[in-house]
């Protein structure tokens, strides 16, 4: 379902790419959608998942279904006024929001008016996606994965959808993006309810501040609301300073985070939420020797295909944008622009899968303050990042300066994951033995082996530009493929098999 979901992704942006260049209205929506998005990561999948899913899990074990019943009831009325109350805020002082969030667009009024405009529209996503994660939390805490995450794919078809057919019917086309994510985050709701209904926890939302397990998941969500999103408060950092450079920066960062966040989402963040329950139950059950085993196997898998997916990327990131985006409205300068921060990015693709992992070790185990003081170390190390690399490139190179940006990102992301294992490591819950660091260099092996493979069969963007669309996704497909079979066929000479993987 991830899967899916990620691929209707990659046509969404294919679509807004044609119709808008990477100019303008494009900056302007994806400015106007970060913001909501950012605050969806923070609250909704990020730090209330993460605290509401351990505290759902240790009652469902422990407690009776009356129980249950009136905390699930109590999370969605308590949840969803406080969110009403931000989202109305929200709505109202949208310029000033994005005074905050895209300074650099003041000195654009026809930029800043549009950019406000839309975010009145896409605000109240907040609150409609956070009670769709509390749906999806339920869900998965009762081992039910293919609801919640076939779920983003209603976003996905809402914005090709308005793109396609309410954008021609408006005189300022680009509100039809805005629209469709209105029309998402209602949809994605109610998709939510018969599962619930059927399991039998479809909540009645009533205020229940005082109750002792909104409580408890308010004081794990509050650090969690930092420590979960240090990697989208980089990139909303990125998105601040991206607003200054010049116009375009915001869309080739987008695009670029975009094909980033397709393996990222289809292996480590699918990976993560269904470990996240499997290490909460470890905790609560089955003790810290299978919590070990089950967090050394997460970070085995995530390796597995991280390591691949980073040099395929690095080494394709021109075919692959050419492939997806360059058309209509999206030139050639667009796709070189934003291959130079895709290749950035990439670097970092180990590390992001690793984030999700790691930190949900500590999540499961209701200790939100260590990823905590790990993701401001990281932030800090971003922020320092941005400033020295921005200011070098635009000082001292030819490269453009929003590849800066997209490098700090990468190195704030490897101290993070670095930490996060460090602590794990000294607490006994991540035990990385002889066998681990034979497979890290089996895989080693095997990506050295596809790299070489992809050298010799790659050609320059010339050739790619001069096909249609047709032939461009055939000769990629002859890349991707043999560098898939290379990589799996290293793997297999070298006794790596698939019951070596299984948990």
Same mark, same amino acid.
């Given at each position: 379902?991830?899967?899916?979901?990620?691929?209707?992704?990659?046509?969404?942006?294919?679509?807004?790419?044609?119709?808008?260049?990477?100019?303008? %209205?494009?900056?302007?929506?994806?400015?106007?959608?970060?913001?909501?998005?950012?605050?969806?990561?923070?609250?909704?999948?990020?730090?209330?998942?993460?605290?509401?899913?351990?505290?759902?899990?240790?009652?469902?074990?422990?407690?009776?279904?009356? %129980?249950?019943?009136?905390?699930?009831?109590?999370?969605?009325?308590?949840?969803?006024? &406080?969110?009403? &109350?931000?989202?109305?805020?929200?709505?109202?002082?949208?310029?000033?929001?994005?005074?905050?969030?895209?300074?650099?667009?003041?000195?654009?009024?026809?930029?800043?008016?549009?950019?406000?405009?839309?975010?009145?529209?896409?605000?109240?996503?907040?609150?409609?996606?956070?009670?769709?994660?509390?749906?999806?939390?339920?869900?998965?805490?009762?081992?039910?994965?293919?609801?919640?995450?076939?779920?983003?794919?209603?976003?996905?078809?809402?914005?090709?959808?308005?793109?396609?057919?309410?954008?021609?019917?408006?005189?300022?086309?680009?509100?039809?993006?805005?629209?469709?994510?209105?029309?998402?985050?209602?949809?994605?709701?109610?998709?939510?309810?018969?599962?619930?209904?059927?399991?039998?926890?479809?909540?009645?939302?009533?205020?229940?501040?005082?109750?002792?397990?909104?409580?408890?998941?308010?004081?794990?969500?509050?650090?969690?609301?930092?420590?979960?999103?240090?990697?989208?408060?980089?990139?909303?950092?990125?998105?601040?300073?991206?607003?200054?450079?010049?116009?375009?920066?915001?869309?080739?960062?987008?695009?670029?985070?975009?094909?980033?966040?397709?393996?990222?989402?289809?292996?480590?963040?699918?990976?993560?939420?269904?470990?996240?329950?499997?290490?909460?139950?470890?905790?609560?059950?089955?003790?810290?020797?299978?919590?070990?085993?089950?967090?050394?196997?997460?970070?085995?898998?995530?390796?597995?295909?991280?390591?691949?997916?980073?040099?395929?990327?690095?080494?394709?990131?021109?075919?692959?944008?050419?492939?997806?985006?360059?058309?209509?409205?999206?030139? %050639?300068?667009?796709?070189?622009?934003?291959?130079?921060?895709?290749?950035?990015?990439?670097?970092?693709?180990?590390?992001?899968?690793?984030?999700?992992?790691?930190?949900?070790?500590?999540?499961?185990?209701?200790?939100?303050?260590?990823?905590?003081?790990?993701?401001?170390?990281?932030?800090?190390?971003?922020?320092?990042?941005?400033?020295?690399?921005?200011?070098?490139?635009?000082?001292?190179?030819? &490269?453009?300066?929003?590849?800066?940006?997209?490098?700090?990102?990468?190195?704030?992301?490897?101290?993070?994951?670095?930490?996060?294992?460090?602590?794990?490591?000294?607490?006994?819950?991540?035990?990385?033995?002889?066998?681990?660091?034979?497979?890290?260099?089996?895989?080693?092996?095997?990506?050295?082996?596809?790299? &070489?493979?992809?050298?010799?069969?790659?050609?320059?963007?010339?050739?790619?530009?001069?096909?249609?669309?047709?032939?461009?996704?055939? %000769?990629?497909?002859?890349?991707?493929?043999?560098?898939?079979?290379?990589?799996?066929?290293?793997?297999?000479?070298?006794?790596?098999?698939?019951?070596?993987?299984?948990?």
């Amino acid at each position: 379902m991830t899967l899916l979901s990620r691929v209707l992704g990659l046509a969404r942006d294919i679509v807004i790419a044609r119709f808008y260049s990477a100019g303008i %209205e494009a900056d302007a929506f994806f400015v106007a959608f970060k913001i909501p998005n950012f605050m969806r990561r923070l609250f909704a999948e990020g730090a209330f998942s993460l605290a509401f899913v351990p505290v759902l899990t240790e009652y469902k074990n422990s407690r009776t279904q009356d %129980e249950i019943h009136q905390l699930i009831n109590r999370v969605a009325g308590t949840l969803g006024l &406080i969110l009403l &109350i931000i989202t109305s805020i929200g709505v109202l002082v949208s310029p000033a929001i994005v005074y905050v969030f895209a300074a650099g667009f003041i000195d654009q009024p026809e930029k800043f008016d549009l950019t406000a405009d839309m975010l009145r529209l896409t605000f109240p996503y907040i609150l409609l996606i956070s009670m769709t994660a509390l749906a999806g939390g339920i869900l998965n805490s009762w081992k039910q994965f293919a609801a919640p995450a076939f779920t983003p794919v209603l976003l996905n078809l809402s914005l090709i959808g308005c793109a396609v057919w309410l954008a021609p019917q408006l005189d300022v086309p680009v509100y039809a993006l805005a629209w469709g994510v209105l029309i998402a985050g209602i949809t994605q709701m109610l998709f939510q309810l018969p599962f619930l209904y059927k399991l039998g926890f479809l909540p009645k939302p009533v205020w229940g501040w005082k109750d002792s397990g909104v409580q408890k998941i308010i004081k794990l969500m509050i650090p969690a609301l930092f420590g979960s999103s240090v990697a989208q408060i980089n990139l909303l950092f990125d998105t601040f300073i991206a607003s200054f450079l010049v116009s375009g920066s915001v869309a080739w960062l987008y695009y670029s985070d975009r094909l980033l966040e397709f393996p990222l989402g289809v292996f480590g963040i699918a990976l993560a939420t269904v470990v996240l329950p499997n290490l909460s139950e470890s905790h609560v059950k089955q003790g810290k020797d299978h919590f070990n085993k089950t967090l050394n196997w997460a970070v085995q898998l995530a390796l597995v295909i991280a390591l691949p997916a980073t040099l395929g990327l690095l080494l394709l990131a021109q075919p692959i944008l050419t492939t997806m985006f360059q058309y209509g409205a999206f030139g %050639e300068s667009d796709t070189l622009m934003s291959s130079m921060s895709l290749m950035a990015y990439s670097l970092g693709l180990p590390a992001f899968i690793l984030i999700k992992i790691l930190a949900n070790a500590f999540y499961a185990r209701q200790d939100s303050k260590t990823p905590v003081r790990i993701g401001i170390i990281a932030m800090v190390v971003n922020m320092f990042l941005n400033v020295i690399f921005v200011l070098t490139l635009l000082n001292y190179t030819d &490269i453009p300066a929003h590849v800066g940006l997209a490098l700090a990102t990468t190195g704030s992301a490897y101290c993070n994951a670095g930490l996060l294992a460090l602590a794990l490591r000294r607490d006994q819950y991540l035990t990385l033995d002889r066998s681990f660091t034979l497979m890290l260099l089996k895989l080693l092996l095997a990506v050295f082996g596809m790299t &070489i493979l992809l050298f010799t069969l790659s050609q320059d963007l010339h050739f790619w530009t001069q096909l249609e669309w047709f032939g461009r996704l055939f %000769e990629l497909i002859l890349l991707i493929l043999p560098a898939i079979l290379c990589y799996a066929l290293l793997l297999w000479i070298m006794g790596v098999r698939p019951r070596h993987l299984a948990h």
